[in-house]
């Protein structure tokens, strides 16, 4: 876990300002492992785990989200009048190599004076494991 970082701690932090930047150290396609593909890259509802610590720190923590095609989102709205999307990435194909550099190209320009406030704006993306907890 990278934990919260002092105002005064060094690493990870920009030269610029003292803002502290993420590290992404692998994404996990939950269902599509040991080279397993999606059926049909125009219709997937995929969980996706992203693990980011702090640039120059030891440790990770989980973020997660669900990558969605339009046509399988209508098949979610089928059973059902509404859905909410919260952690919803919404692709038109599924293309994991591209999801993943989309997202880290998203990421790598995100910054904060700590680590709290860095994951609360990862986790707009993707639900942050410690989203709720209280101190």
């Known amino acids: 876990m990278v934990g919260i970082l002092s105002p005064d701690a060094a690493p990870g932090r920009s030269r610029d300002h003292g803002a502290v930047r993420a590290r992404i150290d692998s994404f996990r396609w939950v269902d599509l492992e040991d080279g397993r593909k999606a059926h049909d890259p125009a219709h997937a509802n995929e969980l996706l785990e992203m693990y980011i610590g702090l640039q120059g720190e030891a440790g990770v923590?989980?973020?997660?989200l669900s990558v969605c095609t339009p046509s399988a989102l209508a098949e979610q709205l089928s059973?059902?009048?509404?859905?909410?999307?919260?952690?919803?990435?919404?692709?038109?194909?599924?293309?994991?190599?591209?999801?993943?550099?989309?997202?880290?190209?998203?990421?790598?320009?995100?910054?904060?004076?700590?680590?709290?406030?860095?994951?609360?704006?990862?986790?707009?993306?993707?639900?942050?494991?410690?989203?709720?907890?209280v101190h």
């Open 79 to 133: 059973p059902h009048s509404f859905l909410i999307g919260r952690h919803w990435l919404f692709v038109a194909e599924l293309h994991p190599d591209k999801v993943t550099a989309w997202l880290s190209d998203r990421i790598a320009v995100l910054e904060a004076p700590t680590w709290d406030e860095l994951a609360g704006k990862i986790g707009r993306i993707g639900e942050w494991e410690f989203e709720d907890y």
């Open 61 to 64: 923590e989980r973020f997660q």
